[in-house]
């Protein structure tokens, strides 16, 4: 039960975290950016600030960083690895050929699922984590 309510912590904090991000370094994936993507090459002189009509969703890839937590709840079984890891593969395949983020957003999930997973854990383990580390310096 502590699992299952670790993972659905985690699956509830991490869009509402990822919003305040979006707001903060709002952002659109190149198919919003870019008109026919991902059949077109559009070619771009010189970097500049595009407006979008398109609502802020790149920083960090909440689809990745979802599929991520997935795949964590997932890992103590063999089956899970598997399964997890094909999710968070096609998942990475899936928002960059769609055009919803860019390959640095994947990459910036993979410390957000990371901090959000960390945020999932209780209290009480937290602090026994620390005490346990503290003891093994100690020895």
Known sequence: IAAGYRTFVALLLSPLLAMPLYWFCPASGPGFAFSGYPFTVSVISMPHVMYLMAPPNCMPSNHMAMALLVAMAMWRWK???????????????AT?????????????????AWFIYWLSMPFKVKQAVRVRRLASVFR
């Open 79 to 93: 089956a899970g690895k598997i399964i997890g890891s094909i999710h968070v593969v096609l998942t990475a395949l």
């Open 96 to 112: 960059l050929g769609l055009g919803e983020h860019y390959f640095i957003d994947l990459i910036a999930a993979v410390p957000y």
